[in-house]
């Protein structure tokens, strides 16, 4: 089952990378960081680092900068199961796990 996002924090280049899985294509993004959040709930996540499920606010909108592999910078809105990957990924970069 291929896994909807990936982390590359242990890479040893002091770049915060994530990819997230959008249908047909995977979104690389380096450096992303939240710039706005709006609908706060409350979600039970899994994770590949820790065993189980535990719950967490997530937020239903965000807006995120982030770097493509160009170094472009970019500014876009997600939503959805979209926006809470994006977020869980954006918390592994910072040393945050659920």
Same mark, same amino acid.
């Given at each position: 089952m291929p896994r909807?996002?990936? $982390?590359?924090? *242990? #890479?040893? *280049? =002091? =770049?915060?990378?994530i990819?997230? !899985? @959008?249908?047909?294509? !995977? @979104? *690389? @993004?380096? !450096?992303? *960081? #939240?710039? =706005? $959040?709006?609908t706060p709930f409350e979600a039970e996540e899994g994770c590949l680092s820790l065993d189980g499920v535990r719950k967490t606010t997530r937020y239903r909108n965000i807006e995120v900068e982030?770097?493509?592999?160009?170094? %472009? %910078?970019?500014?876009? =809105?997600?939503s959805g199961w979209t926006a809470q990957i994006i977020q869980h990924e954006i918390d592994h970069t910072n040393g945050i796990i659920i």
């Open positions: 909807p996002s990936t $982390k590359y924090e *242990v #890479i040893g *280049v =002091k =770049k915060r990378i990819i997230v !899985n @959008m249908g047909l294509m !995977n @979104m *690389v @993004m380096y !450096n992303s *960081v #939240i710039i =706005k $959040k709006d982030y770097y493509d592999g160009s170094w %472009k %910078k970019h500014r876009q =809105k997600y």
